[in-house]
Structure formats: C-alpha cells, structure tokens
C-alpha cells in the first residue's frame, strides 16, 4: 500500500522561506502526478502546486512566483519551495499522488502545518 510522509513544516516570519519533503513508498513513484494541497479550517482543500510524470508544473494563481514544485524520482520524493511567504499561506500543506489515469489522487501523506506569523 503507498505511503506519503510529509516533512519541513513549521513557523516561519512573513516574507521568509521553507522548504516542504514528501517521501512516498509502496508506489512506482515515477508514474505518479505529484501535487501539493493546502487547507485551512472551514475552507475546501485547494490544490497549490503539482508536477506531472514529464515534470510539466502547474501553479495556483496565489503562488506563482513564489513557489516551486520539484521531483526527484531516484529519491522517491517531491518537494515545494515556499519563498515570500505571506500570512495568507497559513494552512495544512498534503502531498499527493495521482495514478495518470486517475481524476483524483490515489494517495495523501498526513499534512504538515505551516504558519506564517511575526
């Protein structure tokens, strides 16, 4: 069964930077779209960033600029560069993977809290 483990979360000031890991297992990692959601209380998740098989990326309007979405497939692990970070980008951050035949992810790590906060 597969298996997303995010890491990096935490407090950072506005303006600052992190650095968010996820580590997935028991999938053929490859052949999986990896994508980065975020979710606040009372609100939908919203899809932030993802990166196809082929390593095309797509961004929320929010972030652009600002973000990067990356892969390492020898590593089995997708990443998200957060720069310029806001207050607005306080949220639960998932990771998720989704089989190219699939409309919706197939697997989701357990979310790692990030707070943007002076």
């Known amino acids: 069964q597969g298996q997303l483990v995010e890491s990096g979360g935490g407090l950072v000031q506005p303006g600052g930077s992190l650095r968010l890991s996820c580590a997935a297992s028991g999938i053929m990692f490859s052949g999986y779209v990896m994508g980065w959601y975020r979710q606040t209380p009372g609100k939908q998740r919203e899809l932030v960033a993802a990166i196809t098989t082929g390593g095309s990326t797509n961004y929320a309007d929010s972030v652009k600029g600002r973000f990067t979405i990356s892969r390492d497939n020898a590593k089995n692990t997708v990443y998200l560069q957060m720069n310029s970070l806001k207050s607005e980008d306080t949220a639960v951050y998932y990771c998720?993977?989704?089989?190219?035949?699939?409309?919706?992810?197939?697997?989701w790590g357990q979310g790692t809290q990030v707070t943007v906060s002076s």
């Open positions: 998720s993977a989704r089989g190219i035949l699939s409309r919706i992810p197939n697997y």
